[in-house]
């Protein structure tokens, strides 16, 4: 099958456009038509998402998928058009073009906007060999799909990558892999497989999700700078176009058709402690006893493979591990928990009940003739669970009871592309069947979604083992869609200033791509990090969506006492910030949970119309109120920041700055560049070493007020279990305006049933040159200070489901 894995040229000469087609039926939202032996769907699923099928040779249509979450959308009001030469679907915000001969497919938005338009000359359509049967093509006619790009247009997205966030120029290959260390811009594709373009054209952005869950590849604009390509190897063409308009809107279509990120339990957004492997319990006491010690917030501690016996899953090495129990539950008494890595392969070994059941009830994956399929990883020679088989996600589900009943809070899913030794960091050969729910696979078929399939296993398993519990599931590999199952973290990077600097076009595009719950390894994982390494590592680190320091087995220590002052204290610094930022964070991961926005997110995303923006990839916005400038190069403290539209006040220092503006951040270690949105603000917890230590009070608001209106949001809920979703959370929209020197604070009335246990909610307001002339509380007196050296005022205010309005005169 070795044909079927090499690069394809865009243009084959196998490959045939569909021609003419008639329609042969429609209904509300859907036309059929066939062109030659394939039958083409065009659907409207709602008035901004599209979707097109095509099914060679009598294959029926059918758009079930790892990556879809939502298949029934119910009726979407479209009024069709119909001409001897085109027909055309429109919604309330877009339109789709068909144009019947030969067969091309374009859209436009509501504006007239043309997007994802087919390409005149190659269109859609399939590529066969001329002699093509079982062995020369095994996995059948390969889709192709042609599209034009249009002025301006420029792509994003595509999910994990490496280099920077733009992708216009590229070659992208979807094909999950444990790829070597190094992780530079020459290496394409990595763990995970998103195939998912995310475009901007002036201003106006789109999607594209081309659905096949074996081999993609994209050309975006590469060969010719005019035309996108997007083929897959064997099975239909199914693909989704999201019109847009806004960034948000595409997000928002795209998470409701491939999956929400679950709400997270809240101490997994507190920091976490790994390493390949901490070997012991005393080793893991020892890393707990330095964290509380040494006053450095941390929630999370990770067991990797050498917890296990020889390696098989679902056990404890008794020698190492003697007493998890007891460990586990002195360790919650410290406030921390502790996740544990689960590798896909199951140890072939007649004494392992984990094997012995997988194998009797026939739960791995077969060769070719029948046999159990096996290959070498940590444990020796395993077999591989077929995650495709309901019976076997549910078993392995249950599985992980062995980790949960000793207090196991989370799992960690590695290896899972899936990666194996023979030869070394391979993958299984497409020709291993996967016999499924009596609909059985060739590995090529669905490899990339093998991950995301073991994810959704373990998040399951986890749901049904605790289920008032949030699951926290990590996942290395997966496909479209995954971030409903797990999050993602970035796998194997290296302790390098490079990988520091790409985190961030890494981490947004993952945002873009739906992936929001993702985070890369703190310090790096291969290589040794150094003092100043880590320190700037951690200054971004802190503002990850997931922030987990972890180093490979064999390098220098990395926690973060281990290189001495001045890198400890700023690793205290920064997470002690992460932890006072965590009821900002948490509102934002409510935000994303309810609508895809991305919480580590590209400036592009709420500044679309500054094309400025679609290259400042060494910058992010943390929600929309923070934007946060790292330094990612060793021996520098100055740096050039972008600060788009709107009104900036500088963390550190105070210091005000208009945008839009270019300007250069001195940065000395410990003050990475960080910037405040005036009048949004930013709720604060106090200082806690660890999440569970106390309720969020005071609650403080950060605000830097300054002429203009602007509002944010506070979510609040139990930080876990599902309460939330029969109405027990606390939101409440805060604005602030500021008008002629006098600035307006308005916190709208608390919405929801939860009720936060806290006494004092405060406004911190900074910037004011001076004392104000007059603070009032819902046109009362108010309890409040100022402090001159910081030019801050505080205000104290009580608890109160009720809208509480704040004046104060400068
Ligand atoms: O072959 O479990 O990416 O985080 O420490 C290496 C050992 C397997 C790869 C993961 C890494 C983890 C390591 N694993």
Not at 445 to 454: P, R
Not at 471 to 489: C, D, E, K, N, S
Request: glycine share 10%; with cysteine; net charge negative.
């Amino acid at each position: 099958m070795a044909e079927i894995f090499e690069n394809p040229p865009q243009i084959d000469s196998n490959y045939e456009p569909l021609g003419a087609a008639e329609l042969v039926d429609h209904d509300g939202g859907s036309l059929r038509l066939k062109a030659g032996s394939t039958i083409v769907e065009v659907s409207a699923l709602a008035p901004d998402l599209f979707r097109v099928g095509a099914f060679p040779d009598g294959s029926t249509p059918g758009y079930d998928s790892e990556a879809i979450a939502k298949q029934e959308w119910g009726t979407v009001e479209v009024s069709m058009e119909r001409s001897d030469k085109e027909i055309t679907l429109s919604t309330s915000a877009a339109t789709a073009h068909v144009s019947l001969d030969p067969l091309r497919v374009s859209f436009a938005d509501a504006s007239g906007r043309s997007l994802a338009a087919d390409d005149e000359e190659f269109g859609m359509g399939f590529s066969r060999r001329p002699d093509a049967d079982v062995f020369t093509q095994p996995l059948g006619p390969s889709p192709r799909l042609y599209k034009r790009r249009e002025e301006g247009e420029r792509y994003f997205g595509c999910g994990e990558r490496t280099s920077g966030l733009e992708k216009t120029g590229s070659h992208q290959i979807f094909w999950n892999v444990d790829p070597p260390l190094g992780h530079t811009a020459s290496f394409n594709n990595l763990y995970t497989s998103i195939p998912f373009v995310f475009s901007m054209t002036k201003g106006r952005a789109h999607g594209l999700l081309f659905d096949d869950p074996g081999r993609i590849e994209f050309d975006l604009a590469l060969e010719d700078e005019d035309r996108s390509y997007y083929g897959a190897e064997g099975g239909n063409l199914v693909y989704y176009v999201f019109c847009g308009p806004t960034p948000g809107d595409v997000l928002d279509r795209y998470t409701e058709l491939t999956g929400r990120t679950p709400m997270p339990p809240l101490w997994s957004l507190g920091n976490q402690q790994c390493r390949y492997s901490y070997m012991d319990e005393d080793e893991v006491r020892e890393v707990a006893r330095n964290f509380r010690e040494r006053d450095i917030p941390c929630d999370v501690i990770h067991l990797d493979i050498h917890y296990m016996d020889g390696y098989r899953v679902f056990t404890w090495n008794e020698e190492r591990f003697p007493e998890p129990e007891k460990l586990m539950s002195e360790l919650r008494e410290q406030g921390f928990r502790v996740v544990t890595i689960v590798d896909p392969g199951v140890k072939v070994d007649e004494n392992y009940p984990v094997y012995t059941e997988g194998h009797e009830r026939d739960l791995f994956c077969k060769t070719g003739v029948g046999e159990e399929y096996h290959n070498a990883v940590w444990p020796g020679i395993c077999a591989f669970p077929d995650f495709t088989n309901a019976e076997t996600r549910e078993w392995w589900g249950a599985n992980h009871s062995a980790l949960l009943d000793v207090g196991v809070a989370g799992i960690w899913c590695d290896m899972n592309e899936p990666s194996l030794f023979i030869p070394r960091q391979s993958t299984m050969p497409g020709d291993v069947v996967h016999p499924g729910d009596d609909d059985p696979k060739f590995h090529a078929q669905i490899h990339n979604a093998y991950g995301s399939l073991m994810a959704r296993a373990a998040r399951a398993g986890l749901l049904k083992l605790r289920p008032g519990e949030r699951p926290f599931v990590i996942t290395r590999a997966g496909y479209a869609g995954l971030q409903r199952h797990a999050m993602q973290w970035t796998g194997d990077n290296s302790s390098w200033w490079e990988h520091l600097w790409m985190s961030m076009p890494q981490l947004q595009n993952l945002g873009l791509s739906g992936v929001a719950w993702a985070g890369v390894d703190i310090g790096g994982f291969g290589g040794d990090a150094n003092a100043e390494l880590l320190a700037r590592w951690a200054e971004f680190g802190a503002f990850q969506p997931f922030c987990r320091n972890h180093t490979a087995i064999g390098t220098r220590r990395q926690e973060p006492w281990a290189f001495g002052e001045p890198c400890e204290s700023v690793y205290r610094k920064m997470m002690k910030l992460r932890q006072r930022l965590l009821p900002y964070l948490y509102s934002l991961f409510e935000e994303c949970h309810r609508t895809g926005a991305p919480i580590l997110r590209p400036l592009l995303f709420e500044y679309p119309e500054d094309e400025t923006t679609y290259t400042a990839d060494d910058e992010f916005l943390l929600g929309d109120a923070l934007l946060v400038a790292p330094i990612t190069r060793s021996g520098i403290e100055h740096r050039h920041v972008y600060l788009p539209r709107g009104c900036w006040f500088h963390y550190w220092t105070g210091e005000r700055f208009d945008g839009p503006a270019h300007v250069l951040a001195h940065a000395p270690l410990g003050q990475p560049p960080l910037y405040v949105k005036a009048n949004t603000a930013v709720p604060m917890a106090p200082d806690m070493a660890h999440t569970g230590e106390g309720t969020w009070d005071p609650l403080t608001l950060l605000l830097y007020p300054t002429a203009g209106a602007d509002e944010s949001v506070l979510y609040e809920d139990a930080g876990d279990g599902f309460d939330y979703e029969d109405g027990e959370y606390a939101r409440r929209t805060v604005s602030c305006e500021e008008a002629a020197g006098s600035v307006t604070v308005r916190l709208s009335e608390r919405l929801g049933s939860f009720v936060p246990q806290r006494q004092e909610l405060r406004l911190e307001l900074r910037g004011f040159g001076s004392a104000p002339e007059s603070v009032e509380v819902n046109g009362e007196g108010a309890d409040s200070s100022y402090d001159e050296e910081t030019g801050t005022v505080i205000v104290s205010l009580g608890e109160t489901e009720s809208v509480i309005t704040v004046e104060i005169v400068r």
